[in-house]
């Protein structure tokens, strides 16, 4: 399997422009909406990324809270550490989702998106999470199903090829699909499950959908699975569809809220 590097500057912007797209910025709406934040309490970020989330956050508990961003790219947490400047009760450090750095019943809430889907062992994950978490204490889980992807196209099998060479660099592309009995195994009761539909009718550059057909096809070019070539027309097949008002892009997103028993 190989991996997509999210350590440097560059990956970093990346990152951070594509969470500033509407689609995404409906996604952390949702995300607050349902983690029902309120003055004082202490969450915990896992894969805090560049810090929007947590900039929401942390105006939402206000200065007698505490958000904690954990992410293993320094390049993402100094760029969170300037976006939230003006927030001295978040902070950021290096870590990863299976070996918490904070102690025991620490936090009343626990957020990750789009993180888990890369960690090998969700079991240790999820039980590290109910370690930091107060009894009561809430999680929200957001990762993609990737197998539910629909884009128009001439050549399905060109791009059940392209799909399959991405989901390469993923541990587990469907995720959701185990996540409520894992939670389950965890000591988690799961309150809340939801499907969030990224849809796009027309590529726009600065779009999810069009950072992420780019993505797909510069991964999956690179990935040795396609045929030369393969990746870039499948990109240009997509771009012509566009042009002509006949493009169409969904994935779904799922999101889980659930809260540790005890």
Excluded: K
């Excluded at 809430?109 to 062992?121: K, P, R, S």
């Amino acid at each position: 399997m190989s991996r997509i590097d999210f350590a440097g500057e560059a990956a970093a912007r990346h990152v951070e422009e594509t969470y500033l797209t509407p689609d995404v910025v409906a996604q952390r709406a949702r995300t607050l909406s349902a983690l029902a934040l309120r003055p004082g309490e202490r969450v915990v970020d896992i894969g805090s990324g560049p810090g929007l989330l947590a900039h929401d956050m942390a105006r939402l508990v206000g200065p007698s809270g505490r958000v904690a961003g954990l992410d293993p790219s320094p390049a993402m947490n100094a760029m969170a550490a300037r976006r939230c400047a003006d927030c001295p009760q978040a902070s950021f450090e290096a870590g990863e989702a299976t070996a918490l750095p904070f102690a025991a019943a620490s936090f009343d809430a626990a957020v990750t998106t789009q993180v888990l889907e890369y960690v090998a062992d969700i079991p240790l994950a999820l039980a590290e999470i109910a370690r930091v978490l107060r009894p009561g204490g809430r999680v929200l889980i957001i990762d993609t199903a990737w197998d539910s992807v629909v884009v128009e196209t001439s050549d399905r099998a060109r791009n059940a090829r392209v799909w399959a060479a991405w989901e390469g660099h993923l541990v587990h592309p469907n995720l959701p699909t185990r996540l409520a009995p894992d939670l389950g195994a965890a000591g988690f009761e799961t309150v809340r499950i939801e499907t969030i539909p990224m849809v796009s009718v027309g590529w726009q550059p600065t779009s999810y959908a069009g950072r992420m057909i780019d993505a797909v096809a510069g991964y999956a070019a690179g990935a040795g699975r396609l045929a030369p070539g393969e990746a870039e027309a499948w990109r240009a097949e997509l771009a012509a569809l566009s042009e002509a008002g006949r493009f169409y892009f969904s994935v779904d997103r799922v999101l889980f809220l659930a809260v540790r028993r005890g």
